[in-house]
C-alpha cells in the first residue's frame, strides 16, 4: 500500500469511527444531557446538532494548532476557554438568526460548554493529531451526534404528536385517523425510553458473537 | 508560572471574538425581541400599529415579594390614538418561570388578552396555558383582582377564571401573575395621572 493510501485510510476511518464504531450517543454514552433534553420534536435536536458540529470543528482546529504549545498542567483550562468562547458565539448566533430555535433550546446552548463530546474530542484526539484528522474528526463525531439525535427525536415526535419534522404522518384519532398522541413521548419518561431501547438495540446489534 | 502567557494571549482573543460578535449581531438580536413582543401585542390588540415605551417607570412587586421594574408600552392606532397598553409579567409556574405579555384596554379597565411569552410547562397538561380556550378566558375580563375556580362556564367573560383540568398550578401561576401586575400597574397608572381616575 503507498503513503497516501494509508493516509486515506486513515481518514476514512477517523470518519467513521465517530458515525458508528465509536458514536459518541451509543457507543461511548457522551453528551446525555442534551440527548435526553432537546429530543422532544426533530426541529430543536437538528439545531442542538448543528451548533455541536460547529462547536467541535472550532475548538478541534484550535486545540489542533495550540497543541505543541499545550502544558500538562494547562490543558484543560486552555480547553475550556475555548469551548466557552465557540459556545458563546453559536449561542449569539442562533438568538440573531432563529430566535424561536433559541428560545426552544434555552440553556441547552449554553450548556454545550459543558458537554463531554467536545472536551473529549480535544483531549482525545486534537492535542494529538494534526488539523486534518482533527477536523475529520469533528466533522465524523459532529455528524454521529447529530444523525443519533434526529433519530431518537423522530421516534419521540413520532409518537408524540403524530409528525416528524412538524409535517403530520399519522392522521389524529380526532381528525378521523386511529392514532392517538401519547404524551408521555413528549416528556422526559419518553427521552429516557427511547435511548434505553435504542441503546439495547445497538449492544444486540454489536455484541461480540462467543 | 510556565507558560501562563499562553493563557493569557488566549483570553485576550477569545475576549475579543465574542466582543465583535456581539457587537455584530446584537442591534439584530434586539430588534428580534421588539418584533416577537409586538408581534404577539399586535394579535392581541388588533388596531396598534405602533409601540411607545412610557417614560415614566413603574415598579411592582412580585409574587416572590422582589421589587421588578415594569416597560410599559402604549399601543397606538394608525390614526395616533392610544388604543391600549401592554406589558410583560413574569412569575413562578410549575417546572420553571412563565413570562407573559398582557394587554389592556386603553382606560385599564378590562384585560385585551394575555400571551405566554416562555414557558416551560408540562406538555399535555400545563403547557394549555398557551391554547385559546384557556387564554380567551382573559379576553375582556375586569382588570383587577382574578379568581381561579374549577368548576364553572369557560364562555363566560368575568372575573372568575376556569382552571385547565390537570393542570391547577400552572393555571393558578397564570391568574396570580395576572392579577398581581395589573392590580399594582392599574393603581400606580392612576396616581401618576397617566389614566383616569373615574369611568367616562
Known sequence: ?210 | MQQSWLLIVASFCFGLLIAVTNAALSPKIRQNEINKRNRMVTILLPEAKDFILLDEPVEIKSLQGRIEKVEIYKAMSMAGECVGWSFEATGSGFADKIKLVIALDKNFESIAGINVLASNETPGFGDQIKYDYYRGQFKGAPAGELKLVTIGERGKIDSEIVAISGATISSEAVVEIVSNSVTQIKEQMRKKGIIGNDKQ
Open chain 1, 1 to 210: 500500500m503507498t503513503n497516501s493510501n494509508v493516509k486515506t485510510a486513515r481518514y476514512w476511518q477517523t470518519l467513521l469511527a465517530g458515525l458508528w464504531r465509536e458514536n459518541p450517543t451509543l457507543r461511548l454514552l457522551l453528551g446525555m444531557c442534551p440527548t435526553l433534553a432537546v429530543t422532544a420534536a426533530v426541529k430543536p435536536a437538528l439545531t442542538m446538532g448543528c451548533c455541536v458540529i460547529f462547536v467541535l470543528i472550532c475548538s478541534n482546529i484550535i486545540v489542533s494548532l495550540m497543541r505543541n504549545l499545550l502544558k500538562p498542567h494547562l490543558r484543560i483550562l486552555m480547553f475550556t476557554l475555548t469551548i466557552a468562547a465557540f459556545v458563546t458565539i453559536a449561542d449569539l448566533l442562533l438568538k440573531a438568526f432563529q430566535p424561536e430555535m433559541s428560545e426552544t433550546l434555552g440553556p441547552y446552548v449554553p450548556l454545550i460548554i459543558v458537554n463531554c463530546i467536545i472536551i473529549c474530542r480535544a483531549e482525545a484526539c486534537a492535542s494529538k493529531n494534526g488539523l486534518v484528522i482533527s477536523i475529520i474528526d469533528a466533522v465524523g463525531m459532529g455528524v454521529g451526534f447529530t444523525l443519533t439525535l434526529c433519530v431518537l427525536a423522530s421516534i419521540r415526535e413520532l409518537l408524540a404528536t403524530g409528525a416528524i419534522f412538524e409535517i403530520q404522518i399519522l392522521t389524529l384519532a380526532k381528525d378521523g385517523g386511529w392514532f392517538v398522541q401519547w404524551a408521555a413521548m413528549g416528556m422526559p419518561v419518553g427521552a429516557f425510553l427511547t435511548l434505553g431501547l435504542m441503546l439495547g438495540l445497538v449492544n444486540i446489534v454489536t455484541r461480540k458473537k462467543s
